[in-house]
């Protein structure tokens, strides 16, 4: 009998052990915001860097174990969304900057960027071959609502006489330009990349690649400030693709320039 009580003891004693097996054993669940797919889903670029980001976040939530569901948004709406704690993780080529270093936390960089403007070969004739954007006036010039590029114009728009016009994608900004409805389109080399291609010699750089004003530098995933150890487990997951290849596997399927 004491034999018996002692294995049914046991035998209950890890029934109750159980749940909390469960819960550890459990995947956390982490809301994840990305870059929409805008309407202009034709333009390689649109299709490229949307692949690229789901392919990093789902790379990611394998390594740290998480259930992640990606929600959509439009540029100007990822950081404030991190930053509220709405979202726990952002995968949407967001540039380093100090003010966004008091919002929201950083990864390990991703990959580095530059900004150039972009011309029709009659704008840039107009405005007198090879332009560049600190000698520019009088232009008007499309940019994505809420990006660096964007604060970037607004800064010297007044002084140089430009008229910003606010687009919700980079597409947007290119089918403006085409159609004679800005002079200009100031975007990352990334996103222009695979435009010019679309464009099929319509459009041209002009001027050199921009790094300054925030116009240039290193793109990570972001996440809210209460989230240090998520970081911490996210940049262990980089370090690991990097390690293994993964990493420079999906940025060749993707975006083939960035590997180099």
């Known amino acids: 009998m004491i034999a018996h009580a002692q294995r049914l003891g046991a035998l209950l004693g890890a029934l109750l052990l159980l749940p909390a097996a469960a819960t550890l054993a459990a995947p956390r669940e982490l809301q994840v915001a990305t ?22 976040i789902r790379e990611i939530c394998v390594r740290i174990a ?49 900004s150039r403007l972009v011309g029709t070969t009659a704008s840039i004739g107009r405005f007198g071959g090879e332009v560049r954007l600190a000698d520019l006036r ?10 660096q590029q964007h604060r970037a114009i607004q800064g010297i728009a007044q002084a140089q006489r430009l008229r910003i016009v606010e687009t919700e994608s980079t597409g947007e900004a290119m089918a403006l330009l085409l159609r004679g ?18 464009a099929q010699g319509r459009a041209t750089f002009t001027g050199p690649a921009l790094l300054d004003s925030g116009l240039g530098g290193s793109v990570h995933a972001i996440l809210p400030k209460r989230e ?33």
């Open 181 to 198: 409805q800005t002079d200009f389109a100031l975007m990352p080399v990334r996103s222009a990349y695979f435009l010019l291609q679309s």
């Open 138 to 147: 009088g232009a008007a010039v499309a940019v994505v609502k809420g990006t």
């Open 35 to 56: 870059l929409q797919m805008t309407t202009s889903a034709d333009v390689p670029e649109a299709r490229a860097i949307v692949e690229l980001n789901d392919a990093l």
């Open 228 to 260: 240090a150890q998520l970081r911490q487990d996210v940049d262990a997951a980089l370090d690991a693709m990097r390690g293994d290849g993964t990493f420079q596997r999906i940025l060749r399927r993707y975006m083939p320039f960035l590997a180099d």
């Open 66 to 114: 998480a259930r992640c569901t990606q929600h959509p948004l439009p540029f100007a709406d990822i950081l404030p969304g991190i930053e509220s704690g709405r979202f726990q993780l952002g995968v949407a080529n967001v540039l380093h900057t100090p003010e966004r270093e008091r919002r929201v936390l950083f990864s390990q960089a991703l990959w580095r960027s530059s």
